[in-house]
């Protein structure tokens, strides 16, 4: 607020301004300009209209004065402090990033692993179609069909990838999340994480099945004969050419086994890899690394253990053809349980478990590394 006083005494505040001490003034005059002006004795604001603002209260009285300028020194130190405050406090801006972040950075981290895995993977679907042991196997794709073989159906791999991984831990990330605000921000117990996990892995799989069946047709196709091999250049054809030839709903033969199956591994995978890390981080106090490395381990070893039965009768789901009278082997996933069970006990539906095993934890592994270190470059971005 401005307040007008009137023109200036002539020389006077020039004189002030000087440093001539006040008994130079008229103070007859101060005290007949302050009796018309009575409001001059609140604290004046700044005056950006009179020369020298700061000055008048000094005219009028000193008391107001020395009051205003600490006033105003407590006032500008409020402001820097609550600058200060809300510049640490400063929250992340809104918008979808928020929300699209963890697909994301699941997509991402599944999709760096599977280009490390796929050869192993190749291995594992060759011993689950009976062409002999892991060493076996190796050799004879190096032999007949060079190194180039262990990257086939890497286009179907990462597609799946792009699907079943980011919906699978994007949408693990964020009922956890919300599991965890209506707990009271408390850690989650094993069965909620469980259950979560299981969520997840029904929704990943059903979004991420017509690549999973491509991806299985593709890796297969090698070891059928020349007359009834596919001949699927890509994942992208293969999808065009199942389409066209068995329907739309084709792409989601098998998916029964496949969703189960992938409900048992994030069960294992997603649950037991949140309990590892309260473990080694808040009992056995491990560092990142270690706590990384470690839950990891245990992840992969349970997502194994949990999946596999169900990824055999998959696979063998996926993989069959009708015979010379148009007829299936199986008819259904608990049909193919039934006679695996009958034919080779239990233990058949862990044939290949040590490769599996290996393909999986290490993928398991390589997941959470690569998420924890794309997690660590978007906050050092600010993301």
Same mark, same amino acid.
């Given at each position: 607020? %401005?307040?007008?006083?009137?023109? #200036?005494?002539?020389?006077?505040?020039?004189?002030?301004?000087?440093?001539?001490?006040?008994?130079?003034?008229?103070?007859?005059?101060?005290?007949?300009?302050? +009796?018309?002006?009575?409001?001059?004795?609140?604290?004046?604001?700044?005056?950006?209209?009179?020369?020298?603002?700061?000055?008048? #209260?000094?005219?009028?009285?000193? %008391?107001?004065? /020395?009051?205003?300028?600490?006033?105003?020194?407590?006032?500008?130190?409020?402001?820097?402090?609550?600058?200060?405050?809300?510049?640490?406090?400063?929250?992340? /801006?809104?918008?979808?990033?928020?929300?699209?972040?963890?697909? /994301?950075?699941?997509?991402?981290?599944? &999709?760096?692993?599977?280009?490390?895995?796929?050869?192993?993977?190749?291995?594992?679907?060759?011993?689950?179609?009976?062409?002999?042991?892991?060493?076996?196997? %190796?050799?004879? &794709?190096?032999?007949?069909?060079?190194?180039?073989?262990?990257?086939?159906?890497?286009?179907?791999?990462?597609?799946?990838?792009?699907?079943?991984?980011?919906?699978?831990?994007?949408?693990?990330?964020?009922?956890?999340?919300?599991?965890?605000?209506?707990?009271?921000?408390?850690?989650?117990?094993?069965?909620?994480?469980?259950?979560?996990?299981?969520?997840?892995?029904?929704?990943?799989?059903?979004?991420?099945?017509?690549?999973?069946?491509?991806?299985?047709?593709?890796?297969?196709?090698?070891?059928? #004969?020349?007359?009834?091999?596919?001949?699927?250049?890509?994942?992208?054809?293969?999808?065009?050419?199942?389409?066209? +030839?068995?329907?739309?709903?084709?792409?989601?033969?098998?998916?029964?086994?496949?969703?189960?199956?992938?409900?048992?591994?994030?069960?294992?995978?997603?649950?037991?890899?949140?309990?590892?890390?309260? $473990?080694?981080?808040?009992?056995?106090? $491990?560092?990142?690394?270690?706590?990384?490395?470690?839950?990891?381990?245990?992840?992969?070893?349970?997502?194994?253990?949990?999946?596999?039965?169900?990824?055999? /009768?998959?696979?063998?789901?996926?993989?069959?053809?009708?015979?010379?009278?148009?007829?299936?082997?199986?008819?259904?996933?608990?049909?193919?349980?039934?006679?695996?069970?009958?034919?080779?006990?239990?233990?058949?539906?862990? %044939?290949?478990?040590?490769?599996?095993?290996?393909?999986?934890?290490?993928?398991? &592994?390589?997941?959470?590394?690569?998420?924890?270190?794309?997690?660590?470059?978007?906050?050092?971005?600010?993301?």
């Amino acid at each position: 607020m %401005t307040v007008p006083i009137g023109p #200036p005494i002539c020389g006077r505040e020039e004189s002030f301004h000087s440093g001539r001490a006040r008994d130079d003034f008229d103070l007859t005059v101060i005290r007949r300009r302050r +009796d018309m002006h009575p409001e001059h004795e609140l604290p004046l604001g700044i005056s950006t209209e009179r020369p020298f603002p700061l000055l008048y #209260p000094f005219l009028f009285s000193p %008391t107001s004065a /020395v009051r205003s300028v600490l006033s105003l020194s407590r006032t500008s130190a409020e402001l820097k402090s609550r600058s200060a405050e809300m510049g640490e406090n400063k929250k992340p /801006v809104g918008g979808v990033w928020p929300t699209v972040k963890p697909f /994301v950075n699941g997509g991402a981290s599944g &999709m760096l692993a599977t280009c490390v895995i796929q050869p192993i993977d190749m291995v594992k679907v060759r011993i689950q179609l009976g062409q002999g042991s892991a060493g076996q196997v %190796t050799r004879n &794709m190096l032999k007949a069909e060079g190194f180039g073989a262990f990257y086939k159906g890497l286009s179907a791999g990462l597609l799946r990838q792009a699907t079943y991984t980011t919906a699978r831990l994007g949408t693990f990330k964020i009922l956890t999340a919300k599991a965890i605000e209506a707990n009271d921000g408390k850690p989650l117990p094993l069965y909620q994480k469980a259950l979560c996990g299981l969520t997840a892995g029904a929704i990943g799989a059903s979004v991420g099945s017509p690549a999973d069946l491509a991806l299985i047709r593709m890796q297969a196709d090698a070891t059928l #004969p020349v007359a009834q091999r596919r001949n699927y250049t890509n994942a992208f054809h293969a999808l065009y050419r199942i389409v066209a +030839d068995e329907g739309v709903l084709a792409l989601w033969k098998g998916a029964g086994p496949t969703v189960v199956r992938a409900m048992a591994l994030n069960m294992g995978m997603l649950a037991s890899y949140d309990q590892s890390v309260e $473990f080694f981080k808040d009992s056995l106090g $491990f560092g990142e690394a270690a706590t990384v490395l470690g839950a990891s381990s245990v992840s992969g070893f349970f997502a194994s253990a949990c999946s596999l039965p169900f990824d055999y /009768v998959k696979t063998q789901i996926q993989k069959m053809q009708p015979d010379a009278q148009g007829k299936y082997p199986y008819t259904g996933s608990f049909d193919c349980a039934m006679k695996t069970l009958k034919s080779g006990g239990p233990f058949k539906f862990y %044939t290949g478990f040590p490769v599996y095993c290996v393909r999986i934890a290490p993928h398991v &592994m390589m997941t959470w590394i690569f998420l924890n270190q794309i997690q660590k470059l978007e906050k050092s971005a600010g993301l």
